[in-house]
């Protein structure tokens, strides 16, 4: 499809056609130059099915208001007040308009215009439909938020379900049921503490990083981030005094953290069971690793923008999602091996601890190494799974791949930010934060696409090595990515079961 640019300030968002999933969509753009815009796009109308293919500009000529492709509103995802994510904002039909509330503070602002009756204004964006000029098919395109930069679309995501798609319904409901069975066996304690419920993100974080049983961990996480996006928690208290301290290592129940299974002991039939074990274990440690960066490094930032913690509290519900996805499967593949029976590791904390004292250091080696590495490993990984004619395993993996370029993209907005604060160059900083917080080779084979997609062009990361000092890292083979870990064991399990 051509999707060349039909006025000098607009970008380009999809066919209208694939609009009609969700009625707002989160869009996370990036411009040639590297910067980020994150906006939400609405479409108000619930029909759209039947429309003629024409050409139509904004205001879309000859067109009743009340017709779809007069429908759809783009404004910048953060709130202009204190900056709430506006996602989860009510709309309101009022006498001037359409306004979007703020679930935080319920300012209001015209989807149209940005204006508030409290004098602020919201950055809104014009939507265009306009036909495709090769396929003949309605597209939409947005004003770009800045004139004299080329935009793209890196993620469109839906917003009106956390589980976006069939699939992923249908696994969630599965992993809802696994996830039940693995609460009844811990007698684990209620969602809101029974001493009393947080307050602040910050507190909800501390307080998952300490909850030690994963599906109790994943359901404080579900509840938080629920509670943050639809403004029940309008405090984020990072700029509280005397925020509570994350723990230095979160704790593990026994179960999940013993090693109980030799993996070159396992069956055949149990290698892709060992490989959604150890994968589980990661995304265990991820969502870990989504609420360390907000409460560890939170307060020490104060002026980190509140989209810092909407980006993060989304990264740590897709986590959660994939521990739940993963553990659901593992359930389905193989009942005698439930997530917990098989070892564990936890080498992605290590490097959480090497990075411990440096938001720069936590977002260069957590997410744009160990992360960006997982995008090089996972195509492999669900190719196994396919020649093994798996296909609900191939199925949950690609929702994760998908959703962990993202994540990717996340660790890269906030590491270019925190290098613009501080004057530096992302790219020669990059490599001197490797240099010194991690050991051996940035390994490929890369997956060049996908990190370029995520923002990491290959003067990131290409004849890059790391010299961190023995002292630093007790344990060498805690340099092995995780995700390589994962492989590694699933690669023993396969050799040993032939
Ligand atoms: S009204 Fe939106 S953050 Fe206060």
Redesign the pocket.
Known sequence: MASETPEPECFFVSPYADLLTHNRFLLTLRSQEGRYHSLILFRLSSVGEQIDARSYHTPNEGLPTSHPYNQLYAMEST?P????DMSHAEIEECETGIVAV?P????DFDLRTGHSETGLRACTYTVQVKEDEEDRIPCVWIQSPEQGSKWRVLERRGISEEFADPVKAKLSEESATSNDSISEQAGVEPIIPLDGEPTTLIQWAVLILNTPNPTLKVQRTQHAVHLFRTGKLASIGHKNKNPPIPPAVPPREENYTRNTVDPRKLAKRKNAAVMLHALANIEQWAIDLAWDIMARFGPSHPDIPPAFFSDFARMALDESKHFSLLVSRLAALSPSTPYGSLPVHAGLWESATVTSTSLRSRLAIIHLVHEARGLDVNPGTIERFRRSGDKESVATLEVIHTDEVTHVTTGHRWFTWICERDGVDPVSTFREEVRCGWRGDIKGPFNAEARETAGLTREFYEDLHGEMDQLAVQNQESQQTAVERASADVTVAYEAGK
């Open positions: 709130c007040h204190l900056g709430a703020c935080w503070h319920r300012y």
